[in-house]
């Protein structure tokens, strides 16, 4: 019988690592696929679940913000993802933010050591039997990419994504820097603040136009994300493009008193201090040219890099042509896409696609036909996106209030979060009462505290 059969997720990164974990939670039986370490991938470095590659921050934690909802709708089912980042959360002002190796460390001890989890450490080339869930996130294999294409019967959509610097803090110049968050949100030092006149700033600006970068082979386009474009790309967008960007010094202020002309905003990478994140500054430039350029910011003149951006090949499938509302692939209903594959862009939205598709598949087994979340709640606005959205323009999406349904009636600006928030919850509710899953208000799952880093 179809419930006997163990459940095949695909991919050990947030979205397979949620989703992995709801499912055996409900009590079903789950076979947990990864190929790290046997095989790596150009940005993970170890074999941990869930490793954070891009960055350390799951975006905003303010209730009334489009992620801090999706947050609390996640956290209704017993979060995996969320629970393992509030334990392991460092000072980032209004975000989330998380040491990364101790986040990894607990959701992968959570997975390896649950009874009804197996875990097989080997690249899958063919499709498991029964119900599958490909969750092998932007960096999927040849072999995977292959199943796909025969799956879905189309070439994939691809952007290039790119992964920010990270430096020792001891290498740091504080003299020239100041701790301080945008308008004062969160603590009075989750991020160092190095600040450029105008001329500086020209210098840097002119310095990243003439930078060299690493190639793109011949038959690849450059297609970036929007909402992580290089420093380099958004340089070449205009002079200014970097101060309205990453750069932007409004809501900081100086020690002195007067607002930079530009500023660099360095986050707090572990809970030791000992590493920061240049935030926002993803390059593709050659690794010799990142030391050149990124030495000119003050304060980061003598900078040791713990690790230099660097691009790699994000694969997506356009799915309003290939997916159903359950994240379901059409041309084969016992496949599911999971994570950033189906076009939800960020670590968030990726662990909130594999929770989405575990609820549903558990009520199927139970013998329910669910319906779908509703649009006016961030799980359901996320699905809306990939399966509403025109063929041809389709793009990946974080989580924001453009994709929910619209608000009823006429509601003031400043009123608008709370009113979208309020209708979220009392909707979700509602749809766990209907589904017989209102005790699924569960705290965020118990994890053995992780070794210290």
């Known amino acids: 019988m179809r419930d006997a059969e163990p459940i095949h997720v695909v991919g050990g990164g947030l ?11 409900r009590g079903h039986r789950v076979v947990l696929h990864e190929m790290r370490p046997q095989r790596s991938t150009p940005a993970h ?20 913000h489009a992620a801090g909802l999706l947050k609390r709708e996640m956290e209704a089912f017993g979060s995996l993802v969320i629970g393992a980042a509030r334990a392991a959360a460092v000072p980032a002002g209004a975000a989330l933010a998380v040491d990364r190796d101790r986040f990894a460390e607990r959701i992968t001890e959570a997975l390896e050591r649950h009874p009804a989890i197996e875990v097989r450490r080997h690249e899958v080339t063919e499709l498991p039997p029964g119900d599958v869930i490909l ?22 959509l691809y952007f290039y994504d790119a992964i920010a610097p990270i430096v020792e803090a001891e290498s740091l110049d504080l003299s020239k ?66 101060r309205y960007g990453p750069m932007k ?9 007067r607002r930079p002309y530009a500023v660099v905003q360095l986050r707090q990478e572990n809970l030791a201090r000992s590493h920061y994140n240049l935030v926002g500054f993803q390059s593709r430039m050659t690794w010799g040219e990142q030391k050149r350029v ?10 040791r890099f713990v690790r230099l951006g660097q691009v790699h090949r994000n694969t997506f499938v356009n799915a309003p042509t290939h997916l159903d509302v359950y994240y379901r692939v059409k041309a084969e209903p016992r496949v599911r896409l999971a994570g950033q594959i189906t076009g939800v862009e960020g670590y968030l939205e990726s662990a909130a ?23 006016t709640t961030a799980l359901g606005a996320m699905a809306r996106h990939l399966t509403e959205s025109d063929p041809a323009r389709f793009q990946p999406a974080n989580v924001n209030y453009g994709l929910f349904a619209p608000l009823a009636g006429r509601i003031k600006r400043a009123q608008r979060r709370q009113a979208y928030a309020a209708r979220a919850a009392a909707d979700l509710a509602a749809w766990l009462a209907r589904h017989g899953l209102q005790d699924e208000r569960a705290p965020a799952p118990a994890l053995a505290p992780a070794p210290a880093t």
């Open 249 to 257: 010094p409004v809501g900081l202020t100086a020690p002195d008193g």
């Open 353 to 375: 696609s594999g929770l989405a598709i575990a609820v549903y598949l558990h009520l199927e087994r139970r013998g329910t036909t669910p319906e779908p979340f509703p649009p």
């Open 135 to 156: 969750a092998t996130g932007p960096l999927t294999s040849e072999a995977m990419s292959s199943i796909l294409q025969q799956l879905l019967g189309a070439e994939h």
């Open 177 to 242: 820097l100041f701790a301080g968050s945008r308008w004062g949100k969160g603590g009075g030092d989750d991020y160092l603040n190095a600040p450029l006149t105008r001329d500086e700033y020209l210098a840097f600006h002119q310095a990243l136009l003439e930078a060299d970068t690493v190639p793109l082979h011949s038959f690849e386009r450059k297609l970036f994300f929007e909402g992580c474009l290089p420093i380099e790309e958004l340089a070449r967008r205009g002079v200014d493009t970097l």
């Open 294 to 303: 990124l030495r000119m910011i003050p304060g980061l003149e003598r900078a």
């Open 15 to 25: 979205a397979g690592s949620e989703c992995a974990y709801q499912l055996a939670r």
């Open 45 to 64: 470095q170890t074999g941990r679940f869930a490793e954070l590659v891009c960055s350390n921050s799951l975006r905003s934690d303010d209730p009334l």
